[in-house]
């Protein structure tokens, strides 16, 4: 590497642009006195409704991804112990979350190209005790929610959508999240809308949004904003045993300014995707397949294939040879079968999924992210190429 690459500050993976508005909106919130779930919970619910084309009824702000999944499938009514099928390449959060809900995961393998879960494997894996489909869509890209979707109407299957990279994207003119019983998102730092620690649950059911919200803040009857507004003191009542996944004002401060910009840093995204595209077009590696037609592409993860024999270095030398031109990358992910946890628990051997195994084995996430720069954009190309040629 050269002496300017050293020398270059540290280009995080994943980092956020925070502007002016959501400092000011912070500040704002801070002096209010209002830190916990508020009023500007209640607003960002009601603007990520109208995003969504959905009534601000049917979403409930969370803390996480994982509380939005976890709650969802409780409030699904899934029996203990049934079995949910989702897929091998995602974050643990994912499997961890059905863990805790008291169901038992199973897994079906991904398409190689588009890395999302492949519908013939979901049929594959339906047992007597299969009750769900959880679809993950992975990077970005849209699952066949039209396939995914005759399956569970057909199975009588709920559908309970992982948008944790998704927020923007869309399957035949239709928004991710509202083609299951449920949709799950992600405001974590490193997401395309950022609150820091966020989530928010979309559901078709209105009852089952209501039941979830009650789980999310202890199965209790009303949350803080209603028990300690400017009415008076409401009592409550504890009608479930439930759990402490609220969002709090002081994070909606932050979601509200991002969800007011994110077609604009949607078309940022973009618009660094296509140049990646171009100017790793002749280097021997896998770009990330075009998105399918008539989707929308959240262009959240760009994520690059190394087979070392084809390229002449190994994924981990790539990684290291990245953060020493002080790049961050990210691995978008070793394998759920790969992890010592499952497969102590359930036995699971990575030849079982071999697409998935594959894919984890030689994915680098390299950096996508609005508050890149052009010359961000042009260090990462200079470092990629550089350290592929030599």
């Known amino acids: 590497m050269s002496t300017e690459l050293d020398n270059s500050p540290f280009l995080v993976f994943g980092a956020p642009q925070i502007g002016e508005e959501e400092i000011a909106e912070v500040v704002d919130c801070l002096r209010s006195g209002w830190l916990g779930t508020g009023p500007r919970v209640a ?3 009601r603007e990520f409704a109208a995003f969504r084309h959905v009534q601000a009824t049917q979403v409930a702000a969370v803390n996480s991804c994982t509380a939005a999944l976890h ?3 409780l409030a699904a009514d899934l029996e203990p112990g049934s079995e949910v099928i989702t ?32 519908p013939e494997a979901i049929e594959a894996a339906i047992t007597p005790r299969t009750r769900a489909i959880l679809p993950v869509h992975f990077a970005g890209r849209p699952c066949a929610m039209d396939q995914i979707m005759a399956i569970a109407r057909k199975r009588d299957l709920a559908v309970i959508e992982d948008c944790a990279h998704a927020v923007e994207a869309e399957f035949h003119g239709q928004p991710l999240g509202t083609f299951g019983d449920f949709g799950c998102f992600s405001f974590y730092v490193t997401k395309n809308v950022v609150t820091g620690e966020g989530g928010m649950i979309l559901g078709r059911s209105e009852d089952r949004i209501a039941r979830a919200r009650i789980l999310a803040l202890h199965g209790m009857s ?29 994070q ?15 078309r940022r995204r973009e618009a660094i995707w296509q140049r990646y595209d171009e100017a790793f077009a002749d280097l021997p590696i896998s770009l990330p397949a075009p998105a399918e037609t008539n989707t929308r592409h959240g262009r959240h993860l760009y994520t690059v294939m190394l087979d070392e024999q084809r ?3 190994a994924r981990d030398e790539f990684l290291e040879a990245m953060n020493t031109a002080r790049i961050g990358t ?32 030689e994915t680098v996430s390299l950096p996508m992210s609005r508050a890149l720069t052009d010359h961000d954009v ?11 040629h030599a």
């Not at 949350?223 to 009592?235: I, L, N, P, S, V």
């Not at 070793?334 to 030849?351: A, D, K, N, V």
């Open 378 to 388: 042009e260090r990462v190309i200079g470092a990629v190429r550089q350290i592929l």
């Open 330 to 361: 990210g691995v978008h992910y070793l394998s759920i079968p790969e992890h010592l946890y499952y497969q102590q628990r359930f036995g699971w051997r990575s030849e079982q999924w071999p697409n998935a195994t594959r894919l984890g084995r």
């Open 71 to 73: 709650v969802s499938m």
């Open 87 to 118: 897929t091998p390449l995602t974050f643990c959060a994912t499997v961890n979350a059905i863990l805790h809900a008291g169901l038992t995961p199973v897994l079906a393998d991904v398409d190689p190209l588009s890395q999302n879960i492949l």
């Open 43 to 45: 607003q960002f619910e």
């Open 252 to 266: 909606a401060a932050l979601g509200l300014h991002q969800l007011a910009r994110v077609e604009n840093n949607w």
């Open 222 to 250: 009303k949350d803080a904003w209603h028990r300690f507004g400017d009415e008076g003191y409401k009592h409550y009542q504890v009608v479930e045993c439930g759990f402490k996944y609220n969002m709090m004002d002081v």
């Open 311 to 313: 390229c002449g270095i």
